[in-house]
């Protein structure tokens, strides 16, 4: 039986940030990396600051530029293209999760090269192909389509890109 909800001794208590500490505190938190508005409103939460006081912090934030929708939106969906090889739809699903405005979202999209988003999509297609041990043929071509959606590219690609495979 794990022990949810129990006081345990051995784990420090949580530690709050009072007002003044906070401001330096974001400054670090924002100056690291790229950060939502949602995320830095959860960091507040978690350190015992809600309401006025945090969407204040908040304002002061975007007023001395450590906080920006847009510049968050476009290094978000850079990052996840590059590195994880997310399709469109998954990046902008969780934009939408972290409230980034429609606008941003269309900012941020514009960061992937269209020529890169494809060439992406047909080496993904490849290797899943590759790595599916299935004999039946649509079987096989259900899961790398189903594949390829669950990381986020757009059915029509998906299924050019599965089209293309077969003739090579």
Same mark, same amino acid.
């Given at each position: ?35 939502? /508005?949602?995320?830095?409103? %959860? ?5 015992? *600051?809600?309401?006025?006081?945090? @969407?204040?912090?908040?304002? &002061? ?31 902008? /699903?969780?934009?939408?999760? %972290? ?5 941003? *979202?269309?900012?941020?999209?514009? @960061?992937?090269?269209?020529? &890169? ?52």
């Amino acid at each position: 039986m794990s022990g949810w909800g129990k006081y345990n001794p051995d784990q420090a208590p949580k530690k709050y940030w009072s007002l003044e500490e906070a401001k330096g505190k974001l400054e670090t938190y924002c100056a690291y990396q790229e950060r939502s /508005q949602w995320e830095v409103r %959860r960091k507040l939460y978690e350190k015992g *600051i809600k309401g006025n006081a945090a @969407e204040e912090l908040i304002s &002061e934030m975007i007023s001395d530029d450590f906080l920006n929708e847009e510049r968050y939106a476009r290094a978000f969906a850079r990052g996840k293209f590059r590195i994880k090889r997310w399709g469109r739809n998954r990046i902008i /699903q969780e934009l939408k999760m %972290r409230d980034i405005s429609p606008r941003c *979202i269309q900012y941020g999209l514009s @960061e992937i090269d269209p020529d &890169e988003y494809y060439d992406s999509l047909l080496t993904q297609a490849e290797k899943k192909w590759e790595k599916t041990l299935e004999k039946d043929h649509f079987k096989k071509r259900y899961k790398v389509i189903q594949y390829l959606m669950s990381r986020g590219y757009e059915q029509d690609l998906v299924q050019e890109a599965v089209v293309s495979l077969q003739k090579g």
